[in-house]
């Protein structure tokens, strides 16, 4: 795909992995429409940085949470520009072991991190109806690797994993279904440890925003021939 002109939708696109991700699009001459939830001032910022590249970006906001909303925010997301370009990146991320998980932990994880992609891939496909498309959920490594901490996390994102791959099958040709797993790309920004939270990466270091990036890229533009594969950028943490 010829990226230059095209349009992303990029779900929690306005901060941290979603600002690398937004940014490396309009890097790469893409349009990029932010869908955030509660950030909105973190989205403005985005939204100027990206215009500074010399394309164009739009604000939308929605509560994921919401999930009979989700084919309205594809909607008014499409009529602001029409999209080749879906990344599903909004996600929570809550420290939970399999003692702490009430049934709203639970329930509020699997709605964000897997039905919300879900719903919003499903009206994506739906509006492009036969044309050419792209697909890349935002994965983590503990998606085919998991682990006991962040339990509903980690099961969601496992699960979202394999719709990657449903998907993949179910929208050939003309839309491809990837995804990124991601490691230590940024500090918590809860602070911690930041050198404890690398001891079990082989790579012995952070990502860099730029390889984040590229992998994006290679994925909507140059993986023609590629669906349903999940590619890891988390310098070999799944393999420990």
Avoid: C
Avoid at 22 to 43: C, K, M, P, R
Avoid at 108 to 137: C, D
Wanted: charged share 15%; net charge neutral.
């Amino acid at each position: 795909m010829n990226l230059k002109g095209k349009t992303a939708l990029v779900t929690g696109g306005a901060h941290r992995v979603g600002k690398i991700l937004s940014l490396a699009l309009a890097e790469a001459g893409v349009n990029v429409i932010i869908h955030y939830g509660s950030s909105q001032s973190a989205a403005r910022q985005t939204e100027a940085e990206i215009q500074q590249k010399g394309v164009r970006a739009w604000l939308i906001q929605a509560d994921l949470a919401d999930l009979k909303g989700l084919e309205g925010l594809v909607e008014q997301a499409w009529q602001l520009n029409p999209f080749q370009i879906l990344v599903n990146n909004a996600a929570i991320f809550e420290a939970l072991s399999w003692n702490q998980v009430r049934l709203e932990d639970w329930q509020r994880h699997l709605s964000i991190n897997l039905t919300a992609p879900f719903l919003i891939s499903q009206a994506f496909a739906r509006k492009l109806n036969g044309q050419e498309g792209r697909i890349v959920n935002i994965l983590d490594w503990r998606a085919l690797r998991p682990v006991d901490d962040h339990l509903p996390y980690t099961i969601s994102k496992a699960a979202l994993a394999a719709l990657t791959r449903s998907l993949a099958v179910a929208l050939a040709p003309t839309i491809t279904v990837n995804g990124l797993a991601l490691g230590a790309i940024l500090p918590p920004s809860d602070g911690g440890d930041l050198e404890a939270a690398i001891q079990s990466v082989p790579a012995g270091r952070w990502a860099q925003a730029e390889e984040v990036g590229r992998a994006l890229i290679y994925l909507v533009g140059g993986a023609t021939y590629t669906t349903g594969e999940i590619l890891h950028v988390d310098g070999g943490r799944h393999l420990i």
